[in-house]
């Protein structure tokens, strides 16, 4: 299991625990505004900008193993319309909830694995380092499960029009003639038998070059 990297205290999306203590049962509550990190959410299709406002609201819980962080974070996103290709914006609210372990967990009464128990959930685990926590990796998750893989305008957006690519909304009686293809193919074939009566009429033999009759 690794530990966190070296955690910036500056950065806003750290948090320091240490005024909540490491008595089990005690609680803080934090709200604070800040600036979204980059890509935050789904690439090239809708995510909260680069530095957008992201407030949060956190309660810090201290147990046996470390902090439970339960949480809300609140942002505008911004995409564009599958359906239409507009831009758009849309009120985002994840909850989310982690686990961060104290290091020395294992030291104040866990019962320790044996090497190879339960590998993929110790890698999975986040912790505290230095009493800090980094909740950038859970606000992304949050933030991702919370947008919609195909966001729309609006639940009833007719799209665009497959003939020629126009905004339905902007035009609710737009609409082509539709021309069934089997129908075309008789409209050609009535030309030609058209054609030919023409011929006759002129007095030459479908087809015949009136040099060839002279």
Same mark, same amino acid.
């Given at each position: 299991?690794?530990?966190?990297?070296?955690?910036?205290?500056?950065? =806003?999306? %750290?948090?320091? !625990?240490?005024?909540?203590?490491?008595? =089990?049962?005690?609680?803080?509550?934090? !709200?604070?505004? %800040?600036?979204?990190?980059?890509?935050?959410?789904?690439?090239? %299709?809708?995510?909260? =900008? #680069?530095?957008?406002?992201?407030? @949060?609201?956190?309660?810090?819980? +201290? %147990?046996?193993?470390?902090?439970?962080? !339960?949480?809300?974070?609140?942002?505008?996103? $911004?995409?564009?319309?599958?359906?239409?290709?507009? =831009?758009? /914006?849309?009120?985002?609210?994840? $909850?989310? /909830? #982690?686990?961060? +372990?104290?290091?020395?967990?294992?030291? *104040?009464?866990?019962?320790?694995?044996?090497?190879?128990?339960?590998?993929?959930?110790?890698?999975?685990?986040?912790?505290?380092?230095?009493?800090?926590?980094? @909740?950038?990796?859970?606000? *992304?998750?949050?933030?991702? @499960?919370?947008?919609?893989? /195909?966001?729309?305008?609006?639940?009833?957006?007719?799209?665009?029009?497959?003939?020629?690519?126009? *905004? @339905?909304?902007?035009?609710?009686?737009?609409?082509?003639?539709?021309?069934?293809?089997?129908?075309?193919?008789? /409209?050609?074939?009535?030309?030609?038998? +058209?054609?030919?009566?023409?011929?006759?009429? +002129?007095?030459? $033999?479908?087809?015949?070059?009136?040099?060839? #009759?002279?």
């Amino acid at each position: 299991m690794a530990l966190n990297a070296r955690l910036d205290h500056r950065n =806003p999306l %750290v948090f320091d !625990t240490h005024e909540l203590g490491r008595r =089990p049962g005690a609680l803080q509550r934090l !709200t604070r505004t %800040v600036d979204a990190p980059k890509d935050f959410g789904i690439k090239e %299709v809708i995510g909260v =900008p #680069e530095g957008a406002p992201l407030e @949060l609201e956190l309660r810090l819980e +201290s %147990v046996m193993e470390g902090v439970l962080v !339960t949480g809300t974070a609140r942002a505008t996103a $911004e995409g564009e319309c599958v359906r239409c290709l507009e =831009p758009l /914006q849309l009120d985002v609210e994840a $909850e989310f /909830q #982690e686990m961060f +372990s104290y290091p020395d967990a294992d030291d *104040r009464g866990r019962v320790i694995a044996e090497p190879g128990d339960d590998a993929e959930d110790d890698e999975d685990r986040l912790f505290l380092e230095d009493g800090l926590f980094d @909740l950038e990796p859970v606000l *992304r998750d949050a933030v991702v @499960l919370a947008l919609p893989m /195909q966001p729309v305008c609006r639940e009833d957006c007719p799209g665009l029009c497959a003939e020629c690519g126009a *905004r @339905l909304a902007d035009d609710p009686d737009h609409h082509h003639d539709a021309v069934d293809i089997r129908w075309a193919a008789l /409209q050609g074939l009535a030309d030609t038998m +058209s054609d030919g009566e023409k011929d006759e009429m +002129s007095g030459a $033999e479908p087809g015949v070059d009136e040099k060839q #009759e002279k």
